[in-house]
């Protein structure tokens, strides 16, 4: 039977040349949510992104949305289905404005001009400081600036899911706060959102569903405010020492 689930993993195992990362990993994304993966350094979220996306293989298991068959699936046609990723570190176009490297996040759509305009505005209405920075190369936008330029770029692709790696790395507090509140005022349109992030305590808040990673497994999952609670996250996660 075909799931609605925007996004489903089945013992997904890979890793790179003989070493193995991930190990059997199951998640479930639902359509209109924002889930999270936590988990500390090194436990392989970003790897489970890279497999997601399509730019590194799966050596088992299996990925679906909304009953296609991901499985295999090259980066390009992960993202023309509408999985999109904004990497670890961001990699914008150094050299290229803020609006070339926003357009070349619609360089796969199909649905015309005026349909690439209105989400240009978009963007722009949601990250106003890109507007007042278009014309300026992305290698000389301050970091947050940068964030918000990628995850622009995503959103020009018009994403079914957009998944993002390590939003508020490097960032001041201010910077989390106004990205976060840009990631919820997108959520409330209806944006499913997949986020990987360090600072747990700013990923349980934002999420409704969150999977927690350990040695390339899901070792817990449950709702924001359940794994808030929950003592071995405090524990391991929060540097909240149990009573
Ligand atoms: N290109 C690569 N070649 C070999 N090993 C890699 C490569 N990239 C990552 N790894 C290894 O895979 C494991 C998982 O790394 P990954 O980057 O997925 O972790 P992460 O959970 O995203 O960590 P962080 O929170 O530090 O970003 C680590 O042991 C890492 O050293
Ligand atoms: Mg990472």
């Known amino acids: 039977m075909a799931s609605s689930l925007i996004l489903e993993t089945k013992g997904l195992c890979a890793g790179y040349g003989e070493i193995q990362v991930l190990w059997g990993v199951d998640i479930a994304v639902r359509r209109g949510e924002i889930t999270a993966l936590i988990g500390s350094n090194g436990a392989g979220k970003s790897t489970l992104m890279r497999v997601l996306s399509g730019l590194l293989p799966m050596s088992a298991g299996e990925c679906f949305s ?3 068959d991901l499985t295999g699936g090259s980066a390009a046609e992960i993202l023309g289905h509408g999985i999109v990723h904004v990497p670890e570190g961001r990699r914008l176009f150094g050299a290229m404005s803020v ?7 619609a360089y796969l759509r199909r649905d015309g001009r005026a349909a690439v305009a209105r989400d240009l505005d978009q963007v ?7 507007l007042e920075r ?10 947050g600036e940068q964030q918000m330029c990628a995850i622009g770029r995503g ?4 994403p079914l899911l957009l998944m993002i790696d390590e939003l508020s790395l490097g960032l001041s507090p201010l910077l989390v706060e106004q990205l976060v509140a ?7 349109k209806g944006m499913s959102i997949l986020l ?10 934002l999420c409704h569903h969150a999977f927690v990673m350990d040695m390339g497994r899901i070792v817990r999952e449950g709702s924001g405010s359940e794994l808030l609670a929950d003592p071995i996250v405090r524990d391991a996660y929060l540097g909240v020492l149990q009573e």
Not at 99 to 105: Q, R, V, W
């Open 66 to 68: 909304e009953g296609r």
């Open 99 to 105: 609006e070339e490297n926003l357009l070349m996040g």
């Open 124 to 130: 722009y209405a949601t990250f106003p400081r890109l």
């Open 134 to 143: 278009r014309r300026q190369a992305a290698a000389t936008l301050s970091g």
């Open 155 to 158: 959103l020009m692709s018009a």
């Open 182 to 188: 840009a990631l919820r005022a997108l959520n409330a």
């Open 196 to 205: 990987v992030e360090q600072d747990v305590t700013t990923a349980l808040d």
